[in-house]
C-alpha cells in the first residue's frame, strides 16, 4: 500500500528529527530476517538508545539531505534498516552485536561526522567501551584519590587506638 503525500512528509520529518542529534549512523540489509527478529532488534535498539526505523530508499535520501549523513544517500539501496545514536557506540554495537548472532543482517556502511565507516571501521567502534562504561571509569578514576585520602586519614586515629589498647594491656599485665 502507497503512503500519501502527508504521510510520506511525516516519515521523511520523523528521520529529520532523529539524525539532527545523532553522531553516527549505520546501514545494514536486513533480508532475510523475520518479524520476531526485527522485533527484537527493535528492542535491542531502543534499550541502548539507538533509533532504528525502516524507510524507503527516497524518503531516506530525502531525510538525509543536507544533514551529516548526506554522505548515506548513495547507499539507499535495497531493504535496508536506518539506524543512529547520539553515542556511536551504542548504534554500531547494537547492530555489530544483531549482525553476529543473525546472519541474516549484514552492515552495509556507516557515517559519523560526515565521513563513510565500512564494516571494519563499525567493528572497531563496536569494541570500544560505550558512553556509560566510559562515564564509570572517569567516576572512578575522580573518587580514588578521594577515597585514599579518607582511608589514610581514618588510619591514623585507628593506629594511634590500637597503640594505646597496647599500652594499657601492658600496664595490667605488669
Not at 531502543?46 to 554522505?71: M, P
Not at 535496508?80 to 552485536?97: C, G, L, N, T, W
Request: proline share 3%; net charge neutral.
Amino acid at each position: 500500500m502507497s503512503l500519501s503525500l502527508n504521510q510520506k512528509k511525516a516519515v521523511v520529518s520523523e528521520v529529520a528529527d532523529a539524525i539532527v542529534s545523532a553522531q553516527a549512523g549505520v546501514l545494514a540489509e536486513y533480508r532475510g530476517l523475520d518479524v520476531a527478529q526485527l522485533t527484537a532488534l527493535r528492542t535491542e535498539a531502543r534499550n541502548s538508545g539507538v533509533w532504528i526505523r525502516v524507510v524507503k530508499n527516497n524518503l531516506a535520501r530525502r531525510a538525509v539531505d543536507g544533514s551529516e549523513f548526506e554522505c548515506l544517500a548513495d547507499h539507499f539501496v535495497g531493504p535496508v534498516i536506518f539506524s543512529v545514536s547520539e553515542d556511536p557506540v551504542a548504534v554500531a554495537k547494537v547492530m555489530s552485536r544483531f549482525a553476529k548472532d543473525h546472519e541474516n543482517l549484514k552492515i552495509t556502511v556507516g557515517a559519523m561526522n560526515g565521513a563513510l565507516m565500512d564494516q571494519s571501521t563499525i567493528q572497531s567502534l563496536a569494541k570500544l567501551p560505550g558512553r556509560d562504561e566510559l562515564l564509570a571509569t572517569l567516576v572512578g578514576t575522580l573518587q580514588a584519590p578521594v577515597q585514599k585520602l579518607v582511608s589514610t586519614l581514618n588510619d591514623v586515629p585507628g593506629k594511634f587506638l590500637r597503640t594505646l589498647a597496647a599500652v594499657a594491656e601492658a600496664k595490667e599485665a605488669a
